[in-house]
C-alpha cells in the first residue's frame, strides 16, 4: 500500500519561498509510477502544480514554470517542491499524489484533474500575505 506524507507548509510573506515535502512508501520497484503536487484553494477547483515520473520526465504548470521545482531524493523517498517569489495566490492546501499504474501526461493538469491519482497526501497548508 503506496502512503504519502505531506509537510513543509507555511505562512510566508510575498516574495519569499517554500519547500514541500512529500514522504512516501510501499512503491514496489518494478512499479512505472507518476508523483505530483496539486494544490486547492478555497472556492476553486483543485489544480495540478508539477508532476514527475520514472520515465523519466517532468512537467510543469504552464503559469507556474519558472516560479516552482519539482524534485525527488530516492534515497530519502522524499518529493519535494520548492516554489519561489511566493504570491498571495499561491494561498492552497497543497497536496502531493501517486499513482503506480503508468506514467504522467500533460492531460492530468486539465482542470479539475487529479481523478488518475490513487494515492493521496493529508495536504499542507501554504499561506502567503502581501
Known amino acids: 500500500q503506496v502512503r504519502l506524507v505531506d509537510s513543509g507548509g507555511a505562512s510566508v510573506q510575498a516574495g519569499g519561498s517554500l519547500r514541500l515535502s512529500c514522504t512516501y512508501s510501499g512503491f514496489d520497484p518494478d512499479d512505472y509510477y507518476c508523483l505530483a503536487w496539486f494544490r486547492q484553494a478555497p472556492g476553486k477547483l483543485r489544480e495540478a502544480v508539477a508532476m514527475l515520473d520514472n520515465h523519466p520526465s517532468t512537467l510543469y504548470k504552464n503559469s507556474l514554470k519558472g516560479r516552482v521545482t519539482i524534485s525527488q531524493d530516492n534515497s530519502k523517498n522524499t518529493l519535494y517542491l520548492q516554489v519561489n517569489n511566493l504570491r498571495p495566490d499561491d494561498t492552497a492546501m497543497y497536496y502531493c499524489?501517486?499513482?503506480?499504474?503508468?506514467?504522467?501526461?500533460?492531460?492530468?493538469?486539465?482542470?479539475?484533474?487529479?481523478?488518475?491519482?490513487?494515492?493521496w497526501g493529508q495536504g499542507t497548508q501554504v499561506t502567503v500575505s502581501s
Open positions: 499524489a501517486a499513482k503506480n499504474d503508468g506514467f504522467c501526461y500533460s492531460s492530468y493538469f486539465d482542470v479539475g484533474s487529479g481523478t488518475q491519482f490513487t494515492y
